[in-house]
Nanobody, 123 residues
């Protein structure tokens, strides 16, 4: 089975930083577009960022541009989300996901999902 395991979440204050990691068990990790989503209480899961197979192309939701950076290390089968200047509204469960599509930004385009990691930002 394909497994995605997120880590790195926690409780921080506004303005702090966190680095999320997602370790994948897939052998052909480099063939997948990897994405990060988040879901806050009472809200739908929303797209945060994705990164293409080569790692040279990235795309971000407007609300995280300039603050978050997605990257991947294909040799380690790992994708990262560096989150800087965190705000209370960033509080959510963050999910890692894998897609076979070139540029996927919707939940329906992602085939494999991790269990999520909680990020809480206090004011």
């Amino acid at each position: 089975q394909v497994q995605l395991v997120e880590s790195g979440g926690g409780l921080v204050q506004a303005g702090d930083s966190l680095r999320l990691s997602c370790a994948a068990s897939v052998r052909t990790f480099s063939s997948y577009t990897m994405g990060w989503f988040r879901q806050a209480p009472g809200k739908e899961r929303e797209f945060v960022a994705n990164i293409r197979w080569s790692g040279s192309r990235t795309y971000y939701a407007d609300f995280v541009k300039g603050r978050f950076t997605i990257s991947r290390d294909n040799a380690k089968n790992t994708v990262y989300l560096q989150m800087n200047s965190l705000k209370p509204e960033d509080t959510a469960v963050y999910y890692c996901a894998a897609s076979a599509r070139f540029n996927a930004t919707t939940t329906g385009e992602y085939y494999f999902w991790g269990q999520g990691t909680q990020v809480t930002v206090s004011s």
